[in-house]
T-cell receptor
Framework: RKEVEQDPGPFNVPEGATVAFNCTYS??????FFWYRQDCRKEPKLLMS???SGNEDGRFTAQLNRASQYISLLIRDSKLSDSATYLC??????????????FGTGTQLKVEL | DAGVIQSPRHEVTEMGQEVTLRCKPI?????LFWYRQTMMRGLELLIY????????DSGMPEDRFSAKMPNASFSTLKIQPSEPRDSAVYFC?????????????FGDGTRLSIL
């Protein structure tokens, strides 16, 4: 089983739609969680952190369910510019020091007119 | 402010040649990471450094891969000899501090093609 699993998509949605991505992680010791966005042929960039209480940033809402080891990202009123690949990222402290980010393979979103 | 700087942006070389990828992290960032991204496997962590010291190299695929960080502002990832299956985008990233979780800032990547 992969450490971080995502539906690869693509999700093709019309402009203005609401779309949700899910992500599951296998290691219950994981400590922090993020969503990154990656545009075609570009580097990944942090979209938002994910907190246990859930958090919102404009049209984007992230949720974490530790019991189910599940993370979600909701995008409301999607825009053409939201078209990208969304990477679920899990962070864990490593015995002996340091931390380790594990990236999912990403979910591709295409927003269409 | 300058971000993470990688060079070269693109590299095309023949199988068996030595390849050296370079990275300059953001000034003041104590952590430096090397990743490889392919369609099949996504983004994989190869190795990371803290204060120039390698902490975890368990992601380095095999002995053909080596990474160094001789000082706080420079790191290299070397492949010798290179093979076609090494073709991928290689990203370098840096972050400031592990005590407070900080996002990683990625460079533009090096697109490597081994013929």
């Amino acid at each position: 089983r992969k450490e971080v699993e995502q539906d690869p998509g693509p999700f093709n949605v019309p402009e203005g739609a609401t779309v949700a991505f899910n992500c599951t992680y296998s290691n219950s010791a994981s400590q922090s969680f993020f969503w990154y966005r990656q545009d075609c042929r570009k580097e990944p960039k942090l979209l938002m952190s994910v907190y246990s209480s859930g958090n919102e940033d404009g049209r984007f809402t992230a949720q974490l369910n530790r019991a189910s080891q599940y993370i979600s990202l909701l995008i409301r009123d999607s825009k053409l510019s939201d078209s990208a690949t969304y990477l679920c990222v899990v962070n864990m402290w490593i015995t002996g020091g340091g931390n380790k980010l594990t990236f999912g393979t990403g979910t591709q979103l295409k927003v269409e007119l | 402010d300058a971000g993470v700087i990688q060079s070269p942006r693109h590299e095309v070389t023949e199988m068996g040649q030595e390849v050296t990828l370079r990275c300059k992290p953001i000034s003041g960032h104590d952590y430096l990471f090397w990743y490889r991204q392919t369609m099949m496997r996504g983004l994989e962590l190869l190795i990371y450094f803290n204060n120039n010291v390698p902490i975890d190299d368990s992601g380095m695929p095999e002995d053909r891969f080596s990474a160094k960080m001789p000082n706080a502002s420079f790191s290299t990832l070397k492949i010798q000899p290179s093979e076609p299956r090494d073709s991928a985008v290689y990203f370098c990233a840096s972050s400031p501090d592990r005590v407070v979780i900080q996002p990683q800032h990625f460079g533009d990547g090096t697109r490597l093609s081994i013929l």
